[in-house]
């Protein structure tokens, strides 16, 4: 579905240092916005769109589905841990907000 593909996108650009980590703490998250605002920083990533879309699907060409998973909770990819979801898991993009709950299931 379009919100694993996003998922994944955004696993990629974390990792790729492009987005920043979201904190689990809503103070930690405050910090955040208040550091930005007051540094008013950019990201001083230099590539073109064209080239970042080129490299995300490089990247999943080379990822390994069988001993990996896309979390955006554990910062982009982490290992698979299959015994932990209840479906027989082949390729995983975990639910951000509920820990092991595979949203390609369904796919």
């Known amino acids: 579905n379009s919100f694993a593909w996003t998922v994944m996108c955004l696993a990629f650009l974390l990792?790729?240092?492009i987005v920043p980590q979201i904190p689990k703490h809503i103070e930690?998250?405050?910090q955040m916005v208040s550091t930005f605002?007051?540094?008013?920083?950019?990201n001083p990533n230099r590539k073109s769109v064209g080239q970042l879309y080129f490299e995300f699907f490089e990247w999943l060409l080379a990822f390994d589905y069988t001993n990996?998973?896309?979390?955006?909770r554990c910062?982009?990819?982490t290992d698979k841990?299959?015994?932990?979801f209840t479906d027989d898991t082949v390729f995983v993009v975990e639910r951000p907000r509920t820990?092991?709950?595979?949203?390609?299931r369904q796919a």
């Open 15 to 17: 990792i790729e240092g």
């Open 28 to 30: 930690d998250l405050e």
């Open 37 to 42: 605002n007051e540094n008013n920083t950019r």
């Open 68 to 72: 990996k998973r896309f979390s955006l």
């Open 75 to 77: 910062g982009g990819i």
């Open 81 to 84: 841990e299959a015994e932990k």
């Open 99 to 104: 820990p092991y709950q595979n949203m390609t």
